[in-house]
């Protein structure tokens, strides 16, 4: 079971974080959140990551704040520094993971999936990052400048991040000359929650999270 941490950014603030167990024989994972916050079921996947032989943790990149509102989520979001977020928040979860071992990938869902891909494309230090259901535009970064293994996954039934745009960045990393592995489910966006009946499926889920585990094993 994970807590609360403390680590310090690269500006000299203070970030709280949930954290797994640690153990510096095993590789890490940085998990980043959805637009609703740091909730239970962020904090639930690193201690899922825990206990398939991992370090793993989330930095709180709302600083505090956590909503079940979807018009509050979008507040939030729509409201954060994604520079800051990226160069701050994600680099110090790097740095501290980096100190205890010097394998450390980045994934994350849905908002999380965006930084994840902004942070293997803008930051250095990561050995493979992992996207569900993010792309950001490119005029935030390009997924073709991303060198490192990268893995996304996609639901056909997603209204946000569409086939289209899914289609788009495999295009755009493979004229790169990028191998990006990207995995396509018949399901809707945030197929992963489980908290959220209305749009999880259990099937693609699961199928996910091991494809997820299998390529972290593999890349870190």
């Known amino acids: 079971m994970g807590q609360m941490i403390e680590i310090t950014r690269p500006d000299g603030e203070m970030l ?5 167990g640690i153990d510096p ?11 609703w916050g740091l909730n239970d079921h962020i904090k639930a996947i690193v201690d899922r990551f825990d206990a398939e032989g991992f370090n793993a943790l989330a930095p709180d990149l709302y600083h505090g ?19 800051g977020a990226v160069h701050q928040d994600i680099a110090a979860a790097r740095d501290y993971l980096k100190g205890i071992n010097a394998h450390v990938a980045v994934m994350g869902f849905c908002m ?8 293997a494309a803008k930051l250095e230090g990561f050995a493979a ?38 289609a788009e960045l495999e295009a755009d990393m493979t ?3 990028r191998s990006p592995e990207l995995h ?3 399901a809707d ?10 749009v999880y499926d259990a099937e693609a889920a699961e199928l996910a999270w091991e494809r997820t585990i299998d390529f972290l094993r593999d890349n870190i």
């Open 189 to 198: 966006h945030a197929f992963f929650n489980r908290t959220r009946p209305e």
């Open 129 to 166: 990052a992992v996207s569900f259901y993010g792309v950001p535009p490119k005029d935030v970064a390009d997924p073709a400048e991303i060198s490192i293994p990268f893995q996304a996954h996609f639901g056909t039934k997603d209204d946000w991040i569409t086939p289209e745009v899914a």
């Open 16 to 20: 709280s974080a949930w954290c797994s």
């Open 25 to 35: 024989a095993r590789p890490s994972v940085i998990v980043l959140q959805e637009w």
């Open 175 to 177: 004229a790169a000359g």
């Open 184 to 186: 396509h489910y018949e």
């Open 65 to 83: 704040r956590v909503t079940k509102d979807a018009d509050e989520a979008s507040h939030l979001m729509n409201g954060l520094d994604f520079a």
């Open 112 to 119: 999380g999936g965006v930084l994840s891909i902004v942070s």
